[in-house]
């Protein structure tokens, strides 16, 4: 497995369109540098301390992702440097982001996890819940946070209908979320769906941003 050549057939297959997010969550900073190397600059960790720790000794101009549940005791150790975090799923857990990146003097991008599979265990506000957060007095108060779009994970399974059909709701939602809360101005236009085994599909319902691990790095123990 050539880590450089796997990201390159990826640039080829995105196109500029399509934001590639290479999740390198427990694997070594010697495969993220080559990944670097091959002209990758966007990674996705889920792991508040591994990010900090591979941050810290990898090149400064890498863009990090935050892509696992994420717990408001550990935004401290990622709110100095992380460019996007991916999974929020509460108000509480926004406040924390906002007072973190407000300490740092910055603005933190984030997008709204939203559960769209089967699965219980995956994390994510449903419909009502995202838009409870967005009308909430709370919401409109935070100055260093900036909603910039929705992130869903689908089922996994193999039944292809299944996961095409999760997918086009979720593009649904981000689109009426895009009209009745924000405006041309905002950057409200990050739609965070797809990974190695369903990335095609998601790009299809209109994927903006793909997060693909294991088809770049192979997998993971
Ligand atoms: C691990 C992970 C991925 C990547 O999964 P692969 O199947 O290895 O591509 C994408 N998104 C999230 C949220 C993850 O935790």
């Not at 000794?57 to 975090?85: R, T």
């Not at 973190?100 to 933190?108: D, L, M």
């Not at 236009?189 to 599909?201: A, E, N, R, V, W």
Request: with cysteine.
């Amino acid at each position: 497995m050539n880590i450089g050549d796997n990201i390159a057939k990826f640039k080829t297959e995105l196109g500029d369109q399509v934001t590639l997010v290479a999740i390198s969550k427990t694997k070594p900073s010697a495969d993220i540098q080559e990944a670097y190397d091959a002209g990758q600059r966007i990674f996705g960790e889920n792991r508040p301390q591994e990010m900090q720790s591979k941050a810290e000794e990898l090149p400064n101009d890498i863009q990090w992702h935050m892509v696992g549940h994420l717990q408001s005791n550990k935004v401290k150790y990622i709110a100095p440097f992380v460019s996007l975090i991916h999974s929020i799923d509460k108000l509480k857990l926004l406040k924390e982001v906002n007072k973190r990146a407000k300490q740092n003097e910055r603005c933190i991008d984030v997008l709204l996890q939203i559960h769209i599979a089967k699965e219980e265990s995956k994390f994510g506000m449903d419909e009502e819940e995202v838009k409870e957060l967005l009308d909430s007095e709370g919401y409109e108060k935070l100055e260093n946070v900036r909603v910039v779009g929705l992130m869903g994970m689908a089922t996994f399974t193999d039944n292809e209908s299944r996961i095409e059909k999760e997918f086009d709701y979720l593009k649904q939602l981000f689109d009426e979320l895009k009209s009745s809360y924000f405006s041309q101005e905002d950057s409200f236009g990050t739609l965070s769906m797809g990974m190695s085994s369903d990335y095609k599909i998601a790009l299809k319902a209109g994927s903006t941003m793909v997060r693909v691990g294991s088809s770049i790095f192979g997998a993971r123990d």
